[in-house]
Structures are given as structure tokens and as C-alpha cells.
């Protein structure tokens, strides 16, 4: 399966929060005295190094409250998701994480180095940035894989919706494949730009998903993923827009954890069958959100985490 990933306006707070809110900090004359173990999580510390920097951040969110209560209560669930994360293997990479992080700086018209340096100057630090926009990335697929596939409708369920809904749900059917440029970790640097060239240009000369195979094979290190039949509601977010934007038969190639890769649509139409129900209906459920905008499948999963998690307070 492809890998879906969450927008950054979703897993940050709003550009404009961090931008205005970091020049309004004094220079980092951020100094942390000497690290404390304040909390204890299923073996793993928090410090008070991690909490002076976890409230310097809500600083710059302009949060308001007992910051440092919050803040240990964030690091405790960012705890829990990472062991979560780490024990199921579906962290994001590190290429990930800075891609991120570079769409975020350009998005607020800085460089990556400027919101370095600003969030050096804040206290926050650019690592402890880094670590929470890891978990909130790999976060979701782990809900995502626990809960999405599933939450099955019985057919009662799924009546008595369509019944309030009046009519039967309309969504796209796409059948799709995935064609991977693959580039080993250990080379990344020396050859992803000219794989990223050579994937752009194999756009124009793909064949079909009939040829999809033999047209891989006539090149160096790419290989075919077929998703066969994945409905709208079901396409990871990363996929989503360059599905609905994609010109001719591909997507537009990004960079992935794999290499460099693009989704050729073999096909696509409109269907309001059962199952496209259930996948409309099941997404809404998904996305609902509480006050906190957190989903209820979420806080079910982190109550459950907490629940077995043993939790010491220093």
C-alpha cells in the first residue's frame, strides 16, 4: 500500500501563529539549567529540558494556561504515539520530516535556515520541531491502519445511514498502479534529483497499465505496484491532490521514503454502490473531530495507550 500523510496545516497550528508569534519573542537568550527527569513513560524520560522547550513552543502558539502542565502532557502522548509508532514500523522518514519542514518555512516566505534560527532564538529548538512534526505525520497512519480498515459497516448500520442520507453516496473509483523509481538510502544524495528527472520524463512515454510492467523493465530500478480498486475516501491525503489534478494518465512524481514515485490511473469513475457507501460514510466518521480536533478513533487509541502505559511523575 502507498503511504498517506497529513497536511501540514493540519498536523501544525497555522502558519501565521508561528511567524508573528517568534518575532515577538526577545532574542534567545534561552538558557535551560541542567536537565531533570520529570517524567517517567514505560522506561522512557521526560526531561525538564523537553518541557522548557515544549513550552516555549505553546509560547509561540500564544496558548494560554499552566503551560507546563500541558506541555508534560503532550510529551507523555508524543511518547506513547513514538513507541507506538516505532513498534508497528510506520514512522515517516527523515526525508519526510525535512520536506516538511522546508514547505512550512516557504510557506511562511522563509528559508529553512531563517526558521532555524528563529526557532533556536525561541528556545524551541529546530530538533524538538522536527520530533513533533514526525509524530504528528506517522501518527495518523497508525490510527489510520488501526481503525480504517476496520470499521466495517453491519448492514443495518449502513441502511440506516443511507436512509438519513436520503439518497446513496456518489464517489470517484479509480484503479491504479504505482510506479516506484527506486533509490537506495545509501545513494540518495548522489542520484535522487536525476531519478526525480528521469521520472518526469517517463511520464510522457508511459503506455498504458496494460504495458505498465514491460515499460518498467526497459529501465533501471523501477517497479510496479498494483492498489487495483481504491476509492476516494480511501486515498491517502498525500495522493489526493495530484489525483484530482493529474493531467493525462499520472500524477505528478514526488519523493518518497522509497524514492521517486507517481500513480498511473488506469481508470476512473463515478459509482454509489455498498461498498462506495460505506467508504463515504466511514471516512465521515474518521473525520470527525472533537473540540480539541482530535478524532474520536484517536482518543480511543490514547486512552487505550495510557491505560496500559505505566506513568511516573517526578
Known sequence: MFSGKTPMRALLFGAAALVMASFAVPSSDVAFAASEVKVIVNSQVITSGDIAKRVAFLKLQRQKGDLNKLAKDQLVDETLKRAEISR?????????????????????????????????????????????????????????????????????????????????????????????????????????????????????KFPGCDQAKVFAATMHDVSVQDLGRVLAPEVPEMWKPMLEK?????????????????????????????????????????????????????????????????????
Request: proline residues 3%; charged residues 25%; glycine residues 4%.
Open 88 to 204: 508497528l514500523r510506520m514512522s515517516v522518514s527523515t526525508t519526510d520530516v525535512d520536506a516538511a519542514f522546508g514547505r512550512f518555512a516557504t510557506s511562511n516566505k522563509m528559508t529553512p535556515t531563517q526558521l532555524s534560527q528563529i526557532l533556536e532564538k525561541a528556545g524551541v529548538g529546530v530538533d524538538h520541531f522536527k520530533s513533533y512534526i514526525a509524530i504528528s505525520m506517522s501518527w495518523p497512519r497508525v490510527v489510520n491502519a488501526r481503525f480504517g480498515a476496520r470499521s466495517r459497516m453491519s448492514n443495518d448500520d449502513l441502511v440506516t445511514r443511507m436512509t438519513e442520507n436520503k439518497t446513496k453516496p456518489v464517489t470517484t473509483e479509480y484503479f491504479l498502479k504505482q510506479i516506484i523509481f527506486v533509490v537506495p538510502s545509501s545513494k540518495r544524495n548522489a542520484i535522487l534529483n536525476a531519478r526525480k528527472a528521469e521520472a518526469e520524463a517517463s511520464r510522457a
Open 246 to 314: 493529474a493531467t493525462g494518465n499520472t500524477t505528478t512524481p514526488i519523493v518518497t521514503d522509497r524514492g521517486v514515485e507517481y500513480v498511473a490511473i488506469c481508470s476512473q469513475r463515478q459509482v454509489n454502490d455498498d461498498v462506495a457507501a460505506a467508504a463515504v460514510f466511514r471516512a465521515e466518521d474518521i473525520g470527525k473531530t472533537n473540540a480539541d480536533g482530535v478524532s474520536a478513533n484517536d482518543k480511543k487509541y490514547m486512552d487505550e495507550l495510557r491505560s496500559k502505559a505505566q506513568i511516573v511523575y517526578r
